[in-house]
């Protein structure tokens, strides 16, 4: 993700949960997410046309959602149910980025209206 300040991306994403694995600042970072091996890297440089959204799976939603408000975090809307049958929180990272918190349980890969997998 691209961001034009990356020590206020250090420590917004430290205070969402993720564990640094690279600190190349000013120009590079590396995470890891707190569930599983994956890793979300952060790029300096300028934003453009909108930023990114990135969505994050919390199994606890409403509660992280707590946790984080109270640690400075601000939200734009959220926790809701949405028509998809996921519960999301949306907020932005200080470069703009867009960040979903959601909680989709096992409709985030069986919804209703999956597709058949045999076509």
């Known amino acids: ?3 034009p300040d990356l020590d206020a991306g250090w420590l917004f994403y430290c205070t969402l949960g993720l564990k640094p694995v690279v600190d190349a600042r000013p120009r590079y970072a590396r995470f890891i997410c707190p569930d599983g091996d994956s890793t979300f890297s952060l790029h300096q440089g300028e934003i453009g046309c909108g930023g990114t959204t ?8 409403d509660e992280t959602v707590g946790i984080l408000g109270n ?5 734009v809307s959220g926790p ?3 028509s998809w049958l996921w519960r999301e929180a949306e907020l932005y990272d200080p470069g703009g980025n867009r960040i979903i918190l959601y909680f989709a349980g096992s409709n985030r890969l069986d919804p209703p209206w999956r597709m058949d997998s045999s076509r």
């Not at 990135?54 to 939603?61: A, G, I, K, Q, T």
């Not at 640690?71 to 939200?75: D, P």
């Open 71 to 75: 640690a400075g975090i601000h939200f």
């Open 80 to 82: 809701e149910d949405k």
């Open 1 to 3: 993700m691209t961001m």
């Open 54 to 61: 990135v969505y994050f799976e919390c199994s606890d939603l």
